[in-house]
Antibody, heavy 119, light 110 residues
């Protein structure tokens, strides 16, 4: 069955970067887009961007442009999300989630990765 | 502030029917499909309703979705204690060129 397994929790200092991985199994990574969505403590869901693992093209909302980078390693069936210049407001659970096409529903989600930014 | 507007909370007693609303605009709900996600405490969101009113396999038919104009609704009939969760609506926004979410509704089963 489809599974998205994310890397473990991270604790980072302000100004540092974090790289979260999302390993896909049960389907071909290049057949679906991969989104990243985050959830701050007690808050709602916030979309961070999308990558097409087939050709590496990305789309980031203005809020994260210049700070987020999404990449793919197709040989490892893994997608990565790197967020730089971390600040305390970036403390959140980060989820990867796939969709069949750009406007389609997010039909499978990773378990989430808690990133804590603290001095 | 979320682009889609949901009530922050809803409640009902076991067996009751509850509805959760989701209000948007012409650039999102008005021109794209609406999807709903259920987030049980301490877990990742899970697809609940897609394409406005379709249920993924395994989702009980107690859950139903509808859309009219720039608003959508999620209805849960025969409320059960395990339905206590946060519910999020979502839709693509053509102006922002990205998906947008509602702020979430916390459902309490009394």
């Amino acid at each position: 069955q489809v599974q998205l397994v994310q890397s473990g929790a991270e604790v980072k200092k302000p100004g540092a970067s974090v790289k979260v991985s999302c390993k896909a199994s049960g389907y071909s990574l290049t057949s679906h887009y991969m989104h990243w969505v985050r959830q701050a403590p007690g808050q709602g869901l916030e979309w961070m961007g999308i990558i097409n693992p087939g050709d590496g093209t990305t789309n980031y909302p203005q809020k994260f442009q210049g700070r987020v980078t999404m990449t793919t390693d197709t040989s490892a069936s893994t997608v990565y999300m790197e967020l730089s210049s971390l600040r305390s407001e970036d403390t959140a659970i980060y989820y990867c989630a796939r969709s069949y096409a750009i406007k389609r529903p997010l039909d499978s989600w990773g378990q989430g990765t808690l990133v804590t930014v603290s001095s | 502030q979320s682009v889609l507007t949901q009530p922050p909370s809803a409640s009902g007693t076991p067996g009751q029917r509850v509805t959760i609303s989701c209000s948007g605009s012409s650039s999102n709900i008005g021109s794209n499909i609406v999807n709903w996600y259920q987030q049980l405490p301490g877990t990742a969101p899970k697809p609940l309703i897609y394409n406005n009113n379709q249920r993924p396999s395994g989702v009980p038919d107690r859950f139903s979705g509808s859309k009219s104009g720039t608003s959508a609704s999620l209805a849960i009939s025969g409320l059960q204690s395990e339905d206590e969760a946060d519910y999020y609506c979502a839709a693509w926004d053509d102006s922002l060129n990205n998906p947008v979410f509602g702020g979430g509704t916390k459902l309490t089963v009394l």
